[in-house]
């Protein structure tokens, strides 16, 4: 089965910019999803498309995957963008939907 | 505005089985799909299955095919998520979203709030 693979944890100053990662085998072929969630609250697309960005979504956030690597941005990053976020591809057609194990971010 | 809104809180037994329903508002019912995702506590999202409210067509997660039922009422716009022989191991938040393109380039755009099952003796 397909399998991604995410940094635990990332810690970013505000105002800086924050990466975080997403692996996997010949990732770069597949379109890469990205949900943020809060606390208490229900996953919240931010890109889908490995770069394109649901409307509401600021254009802090952008996307970008090659070869075995998909990367989230967040440029500018503020207190409201600490979340956990996870990357999610689609496996194959006996996987399916395949979410990593999400990257706690923090801003401080 | 799209909207998910999912049925509430269950307590269940080992053995027993939860039926979750998930109403759909805001959008034509039957021009997309509904995925289920559950999330245990302190742990990711684990894609569980697929309907569609136009044929009927499912996918599931190959461990939890044989205890996955997922049907849909175009109605009343709601699609059902059915789970039986719960475990323990089976407490977790289930989410409805809506899916967009099943297939290689899915994504969910539109999450229900979720329902909180627990399976406890």
């Known amino acids: 089965s397909y399998v991604v693979t995410q940094p635990p944890s990332v810690s970013v100053a505000p105002g800086k910019t924050a990466t975080i990662s997403c692996g996997g085998s010949?990732?770069?072929?597949?379109?890469v999803q990205w949900y943020q969630q809060k606390p208490g609250q229900a996953p919240v697309l931010v890109i889908y498309y490995d770069s394109d960005r649901p409307s509401g979504i600021p254009e802090r956030f952008s996307g970008s995957n090659s070869e075995n690597t998909a990367t989230l941005t967040i440029s500018r990053a503020e207190g409201g963008d600490e979340a956990d976020y996870y990357c999610q591809v689609w496996g194959s057609s006996r996987d399916y939907v395949v979410f990593g194990g999400g990257t706690k971010l923090t801003v401080l | 505005q799209v909207q998910l809104v999912q049925s509430g809180t269950e307590v269940k037994r080992p053995g027993a089985s939860v039926k979750v329903s998930c109403t759909a508002a805001g959008y034509t019912f039957t021009y997309y799909g509904i995925t289920w995702v559950r999330q245990a506590p302190g742990q990711g999202p684990e894609w569980m299955g697929w309907i569609s409210p136009y044929n009927g067509n499912t996918n599931s997660a190959e461990t939890l095919q044989d205890r996955l039922t997922m049907t849909t009422d175009t109605s009343t716009n709601t699609v059902y998520m059915e789970l039986g022989s719960l475990r323990s191991d089976d407490t977790a938040i289930y989410y409805c979203?809506?899916?967009?393109?099943?297939?290689?380039?899915?994504?969910?755009?539109?999450w229900g709030q979720g329902t909180l099952v627990t399976v406890s003796s």
């Open positions: 979203a809506r899916a967009i393109n099943w297939g290689s380039r899915t994504y969910f755009d539109f």
């Open positions: 010949d990732i770069g072929s597949k379109t």
